[in-house]
């Protein structure tokens, strides 16, 4: 029996899911609507399950991308 290592995804690939840039990822942490990453060496990571839930939060919001 072997158990799945969920995808962790990087800070571009968030960029690219969500369409939105580097500065409101860090803005959506610092307010806690977005997970903290995981550390790896000195990248960061986001677990596939917390990215999708902040994804389908912020699609339900209609709220802005921080895009301007």
């Known amino acids: 029996m072997t158990e799945q290592v969920e995808r962790r995804l990087t800070i571009k690939e968030l960029r690219e ?3 939105v840039s ?3 990822i860090y803005r959506e942490i610092k307010a806690g609507r977005l997970a ?3 550390k790896w060496g000195r990248s960061s990571r986001w ?4 990215v999708k839930a902040w ?3 912020f699609d339900n919001q209609g709220g ?3 895009q301007h």
């Open 47 to 50: 677990k596939e399950s917390d």
């Open 22 to 24: 580097h500065t409101f």
């Open 64 to 66: 802005d991308n921080g």
């Open 55 to 57: 994804l389908a939060k």
């Open 36 to 38: 903290q990453p995981e």
């Open 17 to 19: 899911l969500g369409n």
